[in-house]
């Protein structure tokens, strides 16, 4: 089955900064890659998803890049807010959902 | 539509008794899945369903916790008996497969504490 890992486990970085996040994957057949990000107390919402057929993808301040060769995509927030401050999950998955696997989270600090 | 519902939002109970965990997923969506979350161990996936078939169950801790899904509209997770490391957040998720795999929207979860 599909194996997920994700690095750094805890992220600290100045308001302003940029915070990358990355992980790797394990099954080939994965095509479907999301992000969530979870406030404390709060559940897992999804902030950008990115499919096998591109190799990045921007939403203002956020964008994930996919190398399919390493088995990498990773996260990439740009000057970041407070309010970044969470949990961000990474996860895989084939086209049909199957073997959707979460990575074990980072959670990101924001310091102004 | 009130998005994915999930009852009840806190669960207390005693070692031994039987927890029953329910879901109302949104309105179309034809995938379902139940989610465990601890700090030791991240957010684990239960169980999930198509179109009330499940489909995936290897994530089911043991016998003692069962799924079900009687209609599109309505889901059950039963730990029978609880025991304390059952303490965590249980989250319901649901989704539309449509044209590929897509969003999955989470219920706001059950934190359930088993004493």
């Known amino acids: 089955g599909e194996n997920v890992e994700q690095h750094p486990s805890t992220l600290s970085v100045q308001e302003g900064d940029s915070a990358v996040i990355k992980c790797t994957y394990s099954?080939?057949?994965?095509?479907?890659f999301p992000w969530y990000k979870q406030e404390l107390g709060k559940r897992p919402q999804l902030i950008i998803d990115?499919?096998?057929?591109?190799g990045e993808k921007k939403d203002q301040r956020i964008a994930v890049t996919l190398n399919k060769t390493a088995k990498h995509f990773s996260l990439h927030i740009t000057e970041t807010q407070p309010e970044d401050s969470a949990v961000y999950f990474c996860?895989?998955?084939?086209?049909?959902?199957?073997?959707?696997?979460f990575g074990p989270g980072t959670r990101l600090s924001v310091l102004p | 539509d009130a998005g994915v519902i999930q009852s009840p939002r806190h669960e207390v109970t005693e070692m031994g008794q039987e927890v029953t965990l329910r879901c109302k997923p949104i309105?179309?969506?034809?995938?379902l899945f139940w989610y465990r979350q601890t700090m030791m161990r991240g957010l684990e996936l239960l169980i999930y369903?198509?179109?009330?078939?499940?489909?995936?169950d290897s994530g089911m801790p043991e016998d003692r916790f069962s799924a079900k899904m009687p209609n599109a509209s309505f889901s059950t997770l039963k730990i029978q008996p609880s025991e304390p490391r059952d303490s965590a957040v249980y989250f319901c998720?649901?989704?539309?497969?449509?044209?590929?795999?897509?969003?999955?929207?989470f219920g706001p979860g059950t934190r359930l504490t088993v004493l």
């Open positions: 998720a649901s989704s539309f497969l449509g044209r590929g795999v897509g969003e999955q929207f």
């Open positions: 369903f198509n179109n009330n078939v499940p489909i995936d």
């Open positions: 990115i499919r096998s057929n591109v």
């Open positions: 309105s179309g969506h034809d995938y």
């Open positions: 099954d080939s057949a994965s095509n479907y």
């Open positions: 996860a895989a998955s084939n086209n049909y959902g199957q073997n959707f696997v």
